[in-house]
């Protein structure tokens, strides 16, 4: 059965982390196109990101990604801790890689998490800069797969 969320119709089972790949894409009724991206650094249902890593990489990536586009809607991370969704203002897959590899070699040198403090975030104690360094290091050693979805 065909179910509602483009997500739920994956077989998470046949999939090979770390993977970029189109999950939708609208057309709105302006012209404009939104395009989400499932960006996973963990194998669904055998590895996950542990949540301080998560987090921290949800506020990297959403400050520093913005300094290669102005076309990034969101970042968020997946509740399963496996990944994040980039839902983007028409950027085709070429150009997010390119703004997915700059903004994860901005990671490799941050010296701190933006925003992460009582004021500024829900949970500011809740980060791992080293982590999300981490992370960013394994998810750009495998560059040359980000394509490939299945295994």
């Known amino acids: ?20 790949r189109v999950a939708d894409r609208k ?3 302006g012209g404009d196109v939104l395009i989400k991206y499932d960006v996973r650094f963990a194998q669904p249902n055998v590895s996950h990101l542990e949540m301080a890593d998560i987090h921290s990489l949800e506020h990297l990536t959403a400050e520093l990604m913005r300094n290669h586009t ?14 994040f969704y980039a ?19 901005d990671i490799l040198v941050a010296q701190e998490v933006p ?11 809740n980060h791992s800069l080293e ?13 040359d797969e980000w394509r490939e979805v299945m295994a």
């Open 115 to 125: 925003a992460a403090n009582e004021i500024q975030c829900g949970w500011g104690a």
């Open 70 to 83: 102005d076309k990034l809607i969101d970042f968020s991370p997946m509740g399963c801790q496996t990944g």
């Open 27 to 29: 057309e709105l009724p």
């Open 1 to 20: 059965m065909k179910m509602n969320v483009e997500s739920f119709n994956l077989d998470h089972t046949k999939v090979k982390a770390p993977y970029v």
């Open 87 to 105: 839902l983007t203002l028409g950027v085709e897959m070429d150009e997010f890689l390119g703004i997915l590899e700059q903004t994860l070699r």
């Open 131 to 143: 982590g999300a360094q981490a992370q960013a290091k394994a998810f750009l050693e495998h560059k």
